[in-house]
């Protein structure tokens, strides 16, 4: 499985982004996608997730409320939409893939990243 996000960029507070996260190799339908990030000089946290048939999501309390993640599977697009951003949203978002049913494992495939910068 090939994952490449993008949307990230530079945006005040209270701004909005939404990035997205192509996916190709697999049949996008088998496949539960998350979303985590890594702030400078932080370790990499969850953000959030949903599972194969878009049917349930899951959200980081930092960002509950203000994040709000989707996928198209006809596209083989997983989204997450940003809004009331504040400077602690400030990292590098990385778009994750695992196979659906095996939500007790980690992780399997992972982007390279997109950087969101957010400016006080």
């Known amino acids: 499985v090939q994952l490449q996000a993008s949307g990230g960029g530079l945006v005040q507070t209270g701004g909005s982004l939404r990035l997205s996260c192509a996916a190709s190799g697999r049949t996008f339908g088998s496949l539960d996608m998350g979303w985590f990030r890594r702030a400078p000089g932080k370790e990499r946290e969850f953000v959030s997730a949903?599972?194969?048939?878009?049917?349930?999501?899951l959200y980081a309390d930092s960002v509950k409320g203000r994040f709000t993640i989707s996928r198209d599977n006809a596209k083989n697009t997983v989204y997450l939409q940003m809004d009331s951003l504040k400077p602690e949203d400030t990292a590098i978002y990385y778009c994750?893939?695992?196979?659906?049913?095996?939500?007790?494992?980690?992780?399997?495939?992972w982007g390279p990243g997109t950087l969101v910068t957010v400016s006080s």
């Open positions: 994750a893939a695992r196979s659906a049913g095996t939500s007790n494992r980690p992780y399997e495939y």
């Open positions: 949903v599972y194969w048939s878009g049917g349930r999501t």
